[in-house]
C-alpha cells in the first residue's frame, strides 16, 4: 500500500508541531523519517495510527482518503507499529503475546505459524517463555512476528535499535529489507544516519515540524545533516574568551547506569573557567554525565574528582559536592528542581544554607520581590512554583543559584525559553557568575552548544565519541558525531550482516 | 478552606444517614438513639469531660501524624506507637525506690515519648534502610507491640496471682493525674494536648523545619538540590510522630485506666489517621472533628444499656463513620482528577 501524507498539520493549543507535511511511501520500500528530537516524527506517526487527530490536512492509501479516529481503525487497514518501548504484556508468554489482537484462532494454529515465522526471520524464540524475562530485543521480535501475522502492510518502527544487541540488530535489519521486498511499506523513525543509510530507499527529514529535505538513497551525509540540524550558522560574534586554571572535575574508567545506554567513559577533566557543551541525541548519555558530576548518580565503577575531593559511592555524593560549591540545574525543573504548592519566598527560603528555626516570611518575601525584578519573573512572591511558565521556572532557578558557585551544571538551560529569554540566561551565566566559574551544559540545540562553549564532548551511545575544543571542530563534525557518523565499521558491519542473509 | 466545610457536611449528612439505616435495621429507635449519643457525650459535665478525655490522645495523635503527613509519611504504625509508648510509661511508674510523685510522673512522660518515638524511628528506619513501605513496616510493628504488651500482661507484669485480660494491678493513687472534681478529664491532659496543638502549628506552619517537611513530601528529588536530605527529615517526622502517640499513651495510663490494659490505645491512632485524612491535613479542622469523633465514641458506649440494642451496634456505628468519611475523601480525590 502507498501511504501519502497531504499537507498535514497538527498544532497543540499555541504550538505547531506540524506545519504543513506532505509525504509518500511506496509499497515495497524502506522509508526514512529522521530529524532532531521534537522535529515532529513522533506526532506524524501518531496521526498515522489513530493515536492522534490531525488538525489538518490529509491521509490517502493508495490514493483514496482515509479517516483515522481511532487506533483500531489503523489497525484495521494493517497499519502497525513497533514502538521504542516493547508495548507487550510482561507477564503473558511469548506464544500469549503474539496471538493478542489477531483474529482468534486454535492455539495450534498460532504455535505453527509463531515457529514459522520465527524460523523465516532466524529469531529465536520460546512460545512458553514468559515475556518479562526476555530481552528488549526478542520482545520486539515478537511484536514483528505479530504484526506480520496480523496481515500489517505498513509498518512503523519507532527508532527499533534503541535497546537492542548489535547481534539482534543484525537479525532485524535483513528482516526488514525481507519484508519490504515481499511488497510491505516500511517508514522508520530515527535519528542514526548510520541505519537510515544501511536500510532505506527514500529518506525524509523534518526540522521543527516542517518538511526541510527529501532524497532517495544513496545518501549525501553532508545534505541530510544540514536539513536536521540546520544550515551551518553564520560566524557568530564569540562570547569573550575565558582564562582557563586547575582541574576542577575529573573522571576515570566510569561505568554508570541510566538513561537508555547508561554511560562509560575513560578519563576526562574539566578546568575552571571552561564552558562546556555536550552534545549528542536525546538519552546518548550526557543526562547520566550531568549528573554523576553533581553527585546525584553514583557511578558502579570508577572515580569522580570534584575540587581534588573524592566523591564517596553513597547518598552523601550530592550533599559533599553541594558543598563544594557545585550546582545542577535539571531540565526538568517541575519534577526535580522545584516544589510544587511551595511559594516563591519559601524556596528562597529552603534555599538560605544559614540555619535558622523561622521561616522568616518577610525577609525571603523581599529576595523573592528582588529577584523578581533582576530576573524579570513574571509571578509574585506568593504564587507557587506551578503557577510560573517554564520560562519563568528557568529564571527562578537562576536566581536560587548561589552566584558564587564554582562549577555549574546545567541540563538544557533554555528548555522552553524564547530566544531573548535564552540569549538573557547566556548573559547572565557568562557575565554576572564569576569567570573562574566551570560551566558544563548539555544542549539538544547544536547551535547553542557551538556558540557558547569553549570546548564540545560529544555523546552517542553512552559513549563520548567527540572531545574536542570549539575553535578546532565545526557544525558538520559535530552533526555526523551525534548520529554516529564517526564509526565506519559499524555500517559496514550492518551492510555484511544483510548480505549474509540475502 | 469552603471545601473542607462542604466535605465536613457531607460526611456528617453520610455518618447520620448511614447511620440511622443501621438503627433502622436493627430495630432501634433511631431518634431514641441519637438522643442517647448525645446526652452520653454532652450533656453533662462528667459526660463532657469523658469526651474530652478521648479528644486529649485524639488531638496528640493527629498532631503527630501532621508530621508525617507533611513528609508524606503513612505513619500506619502510629497505634504501636501508642501502645510502646504506655508500655515505656508503665515501666518507670513501676519502678521501685522513687517516692515524689511529680518525678516519678515526669520520667514516665519522658519514657513514654523515648519508646514511642524509637517505635516510630524503627518504622522509619525499615523504610530508609531496608526499603520497607512505612505502611506495611509499621502494621507490622503494630502487631508485634500488641503482642509485647500481651505478653507483659499475662507475664512478668501480671497481677499477683491472676493474669488477666483487665489488665495490671492498678497503679497507686498518687500516680494518677489529678482531674478536677467530678470530672473525669486530668488536667495535665487538657495543657498537654493545648500545648501540643499550639507547638505543631507553630513548628509546621512558622518554622524553618515545617517548611523543609513540605518541600521533601512534594518532591524528595528536588530537596536534594537543596540540601536537604529526604531520609533524615523522614526519621525525624516519624519520630516526633511516634513520641506524640507516646504521649498519648501515657495519658492512658495515668489519665484513663491508671493500668496497663491489652486494649490501651482503644485504636485512637487508626481513628486519628482518618480525622486528619478527613481535615484534609490541616491543623484548624482537627480540634473540632476530634471532639465530633470523641464525643461519637463515649456517647455511643450507652446504647446498649438503654436501648437494649447489642453492644455490637457501637462499633457498627462508629464503623459507619469511617467508612463516610473515607467516602467523602474518595470523591474528594476524584472531583481532584477531574
Redesign the interface.
Known sequence: MDVEFQHISKRFGSVKALTDVSLTAKQGTIHGLIGENGAGKSTLMKILTGYQAKSGGDILINGEKIALKTPDDAAQIGIGMLYQEPMDFPHLTVLENFSLGCPAISRERFTASLKHLAYAFGFQLAPKRRVELLTVGERQQIELLRLIHCETSVLILDEPTTGISPAQKALLFPALKKLAHEGMTILLVSHKLDEVASLCDEVTVLRHGNVTHHTNAPFHFPELLEAMFGAVPEQKEKPVARSTGNAVLSMDKIQAGGERQGLQLNSFTAKSGEIIGLAGLDGAGQSTFLRLAAG?TIPAKGEIQLFSTQLPKS?KA??IA??LQT??L?ADRL????????SLS?HF???D?K??????NQKNKQRADKAIQTFSIKGRPADTADDLSGGNQQRLLLALLDPKSRMILLENPTRGLDIRSGQWVWEYLTQTLSSEACIVFSSPELDEILHYSDRILVFYDGKIVLDSLTAETDHGSVAAAMTGMTGKEKISNIEQGISNVE | MVQIVKDILAAATLVFGFTSLVLFIADAPVLDAFKHIWLGSFASTMKFSQVLAVWVPLILCSCGLLFAFRANLWNIGIEGQVIMGAIGGMAVLRFPGLENPVLILTLSFIAAMITGGAWGLLAGLLKTRGGVHEIFGGLGLNFVAQGFILWLIFGPWKRPGIASMSGTELLPHKLWLSSPPGWRIAYAGLVVAICTLILTWLFLYKSKLGLKLKAIGKNPRAALLYDISPEGYYLLSIIICGAFAGMAGFMQITAVYHRLIPAISSGYGYLALLLVMLAGYRIVPIPFLALFFAGLNVGAIQLPIVLQVDSTLSGVIQGCCVLSALFVLGMRQRRKQL
Open positions: 546525584l547518598k550530592s550533599r553541594g558543598n550546582v545542577f535539571p519534577e526535580e528542581a522545584l516544589f510544587t504548592d511551595i519559601d527560603s529552603l534555599r544554607k540555619s535558622s528555626f523561622w521561616q522568616k
